[in-house]
């Protein structure tokens, strides 16, 4: 059964500072990585989608890679801003057509 | 273009009784999933419909259930409430090939059971 776990559970950083969240998966065998972006008891807005044959995608200030083989994924972002503070979780496809997602990160940008 | 829409958007039952949720699909999307999430944690796999068949289910109870309506709007239905039941009840609609495209989701019903 896939696991994919997140860490640091939470971070804190000051506006301005580049960060790295990660994100480890069990089973490597996955269809694709998404990066999801969710704020207090709202839905998800995905972020970044990278298909299991890509090593990474870039959207504005976030980077997203993949490294499939050592069931990895890392979402860099730079130059952080407080509208950056929510929980970024990441999920991935593997087998059925459902997603399995981490526990998330909560992210808080200190201005 | 109209996003994913849910509703109720909160909603509070006391335990044993039946809940009804409901979910529009992102437009051109045949293909919905719901998802709970349980505070702090991800959201969990419940099903998915597609072409109003359920296409695939993870590891929930038969109390929930679901339908998927021509228009491709769908429900979640849970009888039997339970405290644990407590959650963020997401739904998200997408075009069959999940390897290829995204899932769009809605903002959640927050259902509280008492």
């Known amino acids: 059964k896939q696991e994919v776990t997140q860490i640091p559970a939470a971070l804190s950083v000051p506006e301005g500072e580049n960060l790295v969240l990660n994100c480890s998966f069990t089973?490597?065998?996955?269809?694709?990585l998404q990066w999801f972006r969710q704020d207090p008891g709202k839905g998800l807005t995905s972020l970044l989608l990278?298909?299991?044959?890509?090593r990474e995608q870039t959207s504005g200030r976030l980077n997203a890679s993949l490294d499939k083989s050592s069931g990895r994924s890392t979402l860099y972002i730079a130059a952080s801003q407080p509208g950056d503070s929510a929980t970024y979780l990441c999920?991935?496809?593997?087998?059925?057509?459902?997603?399995?997602f981490g526990t998330g990160t909560r992210l808080t940008v200190i201005p | 273009e109209t996003g994913v829409t849910q509703s109720p958007t909160h909603l509070i039952k006391t335990r044993g009784q039946q809940v009804t949720l409901r979910c529009s699909s992102q437009?051109?999307?045949?293909?919905v999933s719901w998802y709970q999430q349980a505070l702090g944690q991800g959201p969990q796999f419940i099903f998915q419909?597609?072409?109003?068949?359920?296409?695939g289910r993870g590891n929930f109870p038969p109390r929930f259930s679901g339908l998927q309506f021509p228009n491709y709007s769908s429900e979640l239905n849970v009888n039997a409430l339970e405290l644990d039941d407590s959650a963020l009840y997401l739904c998200?609609?997408?075009?069959?090939?999940?390897?290829?495209?995204?899932?769009?989701f809605g903002p959640g019903t927050r259902l509280t059971v008492l």
């Open positions: 998200a609609s997408s075009l069959p090939n999940l390897n290829a495209d995204t899932q769009y």
């Open positions: 089973d490597s065998a996955i269809y694709n």
């Open positions: 990278i298909q299991s044959s890509q």
């Open positions: 999920a991935v496809i593997s087998g059925a057509n459902n997603l399995f």
């Open positions: 437009s051109g999307h045949n293909t």
């Open positions: 419909y597609y072409r109003e068949e359920e296409n």
